[in-house]
């Protein structure tokens, strides 16, 4: 087994793109809640990068591309120096920066592959949103639909080709992105799915997914993926969620894997963590990714 590559830390601390801002405070929360240092007495190389913040002004559109521009670049040169970059949102639109980043270090060797574990399908496009919320937009953006600012970031498109892409664990979404990724042929695990055939295997099928014809793959977690009784510090909470520590023990140690290129966690809303359960899973979720005798 090779070494386990260093684990940065990019925080993008904004809730522009979200209907409740909270989440902006998650990346903090975070930083001086002691996570790290007590990681780093379990055995994890983990360290802080830096903490990427929203301009003062603009249109939230604006704001959202110039944050993911500077989220993106962070991440490529995170990745360049030899580290496993971690994204620590903030809402979701910091994806379109996260794979926009890690799509850029992989350029030259080949395509990118995702897994995109949500509640939602996060795939709208303006002509599709009905709330007009950014958060619900990245994975279209990444597959090359929506606002042109959003889908050309980093100077390429897409960032992500549809048979390389998968999502784990939905139970909320609109009829218009649902429809965009059926004409793609993106495969959803939908969370009637994954109770019927167990996270095992599910998640088995998706990394399978991610990893076929790819120079390396992501794993993106929105926060409320997993049941809101686990998981209730998110601004959009949905029922019947997974469970963290199956999908822990599923991931563990896949962060010793070369091709992993890059992981994300977005949506944590501290605002509404009053239990602090969602920092405790949080915590679980990266100890396990990072455990040294994972496969």
């Known amino acids: 087994m090779m070494p386990m590559r260093p684990i940065q830390v990019v925080a993008a601390a904004s809730g522009i793109g979200a209907r409740d801002p909270g989440c902006a405070r998650g990346p903090d929360t975070v930083h001086y809640s002691g996570l790290l240092a007590r990681l780093k007495q379990r055995g994890l190389d983990i360290s802080w990068r830096d903490t990427l913040r929203p301009a003062l002004a603009g249109t939230p559109l604006s704001i959202?591309?110039?944050?993911?521009?500077?989220?993106?670049?962070?991440?490529?040169?995170?990745?360049?120096?030899?580290?496993?970059?971690?994204?620590?949102?903030?809402?979701?639109?910091?994806?379109?920066?996260?794979?926009?980043?890690?799509?850029?270090?992989?350029?030259?060797?080949?395509?990118?592959?995702?897994?995109?574990?949500?509640?939602?399908?996060?795939s709208h496009t303006p002509e599709t949103t009905p709330s007009g919320a950014i958060h619900g937009m990245p994975l279209a953006a990444l597959l090359g639909y929506g606002a042109r600012e959003l889908v050309d970031l980093a100077g390429f498109s897409p960032k992500l080709l549809p048979r390389h892409v998968c999502l784990v664990g939905v139970r909320s979404y609109e009829a218009g992105e649902a429809a965009l990724l059926q004409r793609l042929g993106v495969r959803v695990f939908f969370m009637a799915e994954v109770k019927r055939r167990g996270i095992d295997t599910v998640m088995a099928d998706a990394l399978a997914i991610a990893r076929n014809g790819t120079a390396g793959f992501g794993i993106s977690i929105d926060l409320d993926a997993f049941s809101p009784r686990e998981s209730p510090g998110?601004?959009?909470?949905?029922?019947?969620?997974?469970l963290h520590l199956e999908l822990g023990r599923v991931l563990r140690g896949i962060g010793n894997i070369p091709e992993l290129a890059a992981l994300e966690l977005a949506e944590f809303n501290p605002l509404r963590d009053h239990s602090g359960r969602t920092l405790g899973l949080i915590e679980d979720l990266l100890l396990a990714i990072g455990q040294k005798d994972g496969p």
Do not use: F
Not at 234 to 242: A, E, F, K, S
């Open 64 to 122: 959202i591309h110039d944050l993911d521009e500077r989220l993106a670049r962070q991440v490529c040169d995170s990745a360049a120096t030899g580290n496993l970059p971690l994204v620590l949102g903030g809402d979701h639109s910091c994806a379109i920066g996260t794979w926009s980043g890690a799509a850029l270090s992989l350029k030259a060797h080949g395509p990118l592959g995702l897994v995109w574990v949500d509640a939602h399908m996060d």
């Open 234 to 242: 998110v601004g959009t909470p949905v029922r019947d969620g997974l």
